[in-house]
């Protein structure tokens, strides 16, 4: 094949991949597997041919998903609203500051996920129920997209308020259908605010109808053999039933950042801005204590102020104001 026509199959490759046209996409895949056997590349026919086959086998490589697959999403019966929403994250591990012992955790996860045909020969369970617990705003929500772009998988997000029905027993009948429908492919699943399911049995305040979801989320887990990565997430793990956290492979703490983790998030937050010139040691100081999510409001404000200003050099000054800015609104949010 020419130099001239491998640039005309990538070409005929982006153009039906962009106009989500799988016949062509198809045909020109087939094209270049005629030709490599024809030049008597087998082992890359036999490669290309092995992925075409995961493609077709494998929803989360599908052109249209979500047509194809919101066809048999589960919905609530009484409110008919579907119980799950599938997102694609263009967030990788880059895009997000962790601790040096989460991003171990998270690396481990990543790592077992495309070893877990080798681990399975050797009767051993990749790691892939995470429970990820900590105060709002220190990367939760963030981690999981990260790692559903990381993984290239759809990050598919549970609607806790499809999920829990005011109908007795239709709250665990929601979660048997959900977790029937993760079997189906290969996805991140994220149960956001998961201490709604998965609350404390020995709580007196909550009636039999929470026992009998934690209980139903329990066995459901216990019997869990997906290839999905599934992801529970907290912001009040003390409401946790006991039970739960044996049920996940991984725990994860997310706490507010240290200092040196804040420096690396102002310089990732501030890396598409063209120039710079911060104090660190002055203004990291004011930030302790805050959530990632805080800093990246003050990273966005002091850029907005410069944009709006026609300022070139973002400065300390600049960036204080928005530390100010940041700090009346989180005085509101304590005013209970």
């Known amino acids: 094949m020419s130099i001239l026509a491998d640039s005309r199959t990538i070409k005929s490759l982006i153009k039906a991949y962009i106009s989500n046209d799988r016949h062509q996409f198809e045909n020109v895949v087939n094209d270049m597997i005629k030709n490599e056997e024809e030049k008597n590349h087998r082992k890359l026919a036999k490669e290309l041919r092995s992925i075409m086959e995961n493609y077709n086998s494998n929803p989360v490589m599908n052109f249209e998903p979500a047509f194809q697959y919101l066809e048999r999403m589960p919905k609530d019966t009484d409110r008919q609203s579907f119980l799950m929403e599938i997102k694609y994250s263009k967030n990788i591990l880059e895009d997000v500051i962790l601790s040096k012992e ?5 690396n481990d996860v990543v790592d077992d996920y495309y070893k877990s045909s080798r681990l399975k020969a050797y009767n051993l369970k990749p790691n892939t129920k995470l429970l990820f617990c900590g105060p709002p705003g220190c990367g939760k929500t963030l981690t999981a997209k990260a790692l559903a772009g990381q993984l290239q998988l759809p990050l598919l997000y549970t609607k806790l308020d499809a999920i829990i029905s005011s109908y007795l027993g239709d709250t665990a ?34 009636h039999g109808e929470i026992k009998r979801v934690v ?122």
């Not at 989460?102 to 998270?106: K, Q, T, V, W, Y």
């Not at 048997?176 to 201490?195: A, L, P």
């Not at 507010?256 to 990291?284: A, M, W």
């Not at 990273?299 to 204080?320: A, G, Q, Y």
């Open 102 to 106: 989460n991003l171990e955790i998270i």
């Open 173 to 206: 009948s929601n979660l048997r259908r959900v977790f029937e429908y993760i079997n189906q492919g290969r996805w991140v699943v994220f149960f956001d605010e998961f201490d709604a399911i998965g609350k404390s049995r020995d709580d007196s305040n909550e």
């Open 215 to 336: 209980n139903s989320f329990l066995q459901i887990i216990d019997t869990y053999e997906g290839e999905s990565i599934i992801i529970a997430a907290t912001n009040h793990q003390g409401l946790l039933d006991r039970a739960v956290w044996r049920r996940f492979d991984e725990i994860i703490f997310f706490d507010t950042p240290s200092k040196e983790e804040i420096e690396r998030l102002i310089k990732l937050k501030l890396r598409t801005f063209p120039q710079y010139d911060i104090n660190f040691e002055g203004v990291i100081s004011e930030l302790c204590g805050m959530s990632h999510s805080e800093i990246e409001n003050i990273c966005n404000e002091s850029m907005k102020i410069c944009v709006k200003n026609n300022v070139n050099l973002l400065d300390t000054n600049i960036f204080e104001k928005a530390i100010n800015k940041q700090k009346r609104r989180s005085d509101i949010y304590s005013i209970e």
